[in-house]
């Protein structure tokens, strides 16, 4: 990070689970010392023929916090799913800029299409992108020539509507060990629910959805992404593109595939599913 920030809101709670109580600790072997950054670099580079677990690198105590970076395995190819700010994936490419060359592709909920804010601490700018604004900055502008697709907070707050009646009397009553866990860690959100209380608001289950199911995508489009890094009201703001003249020029191609709706019925079905699953 280049200028150091200071989160006080805890907004999923001092350990990124609500300060939900378990009867039992997560098995931390899987816990790697390895840096985050090596971590990207090696696994982008081994190429792995199949689906392969999920590789989990502690690189601080605010790693379940601020860096959760997923990676879907598929022959030869890598696509990185980031979750957070962009602080692990920028430091990648700037150490080994032939990264882009090698992923697939980096789906992303981060950034704002309108200008709206999410946190007390800006009213432009998307957590995500506020909290490293110079990481995403290098991220839209220098993973090309991997696709980049974003999920931003407008989708997520003003254009993707699963009803709150669905999520507790389906969804919430369905008798398998991941509903119950994911009961208990949204709780404490729901008593203190900031939002429309008729809707179930979501971000990054939007942004793994669309990752596993591609289909889901109903409306994207591609647009030239930039990130304000100076301003003192709107630094961590994501801007766009919108003049059709200036996209046409070198200096200005899309750089990125903003996606604009999502197949909501589509994506009940989905989670639906995952939660009825026996293990």
Known sequence: MVVPFDNQEAYHGTNGFN????????DT????????????????????????????????????????FFFLFCPGEVTMLCLAPLTNLALALKVDPSLSSHLKEVVLMGGNIEGMGNTAMS???EFNFLADPEAAFVVL????????????????????NIPMEWRKKKLGVTETTQ?????????????????????WMLCDQVAM??????????????KRATVELAGHLSRGNML???RPYIERTEDFKPNVVVINRVDEEAFMQDLLRAFQFKF
Do not use: M
């Open 19 to 26: 300060d939900i109580k378990f009867d039992s600790l997560p």
């Open 123 to 125: 009213v432009a700018a």
């Open 240 to 242: 766009l593109e919108w």
């Open 179 to 199: 509903a119950e866990l994911f009961n208990r860690l949204e709780q404490p959100w729901f008593d203190n629910y900031d939002f429309d209380p008729e809707v």
């Open 141 to 160: 502008n220098c993973a090309s020539p991997c696709p980049v697709t974003i999920i931003s907070w407008e989708l997520c707050f003003k254009y993707f």
């Open 209 to 222: 959805a669309v990752v596993l199911n591609p289909g889901l995508v109903k409306e994207s489009r591609r």
């Open 29 to 68: 072997s899987r816990v790697s010392s390895e840096s985050a950054v090596d971590a990207i670099r090696r696994i982008v580079a081994a190429h792995p023929g199949e689906l392969s677990s999920i590789d989990i690198i502690k690189i601080s105590r605010y790693f379940f916090i601020f860096f959760f």
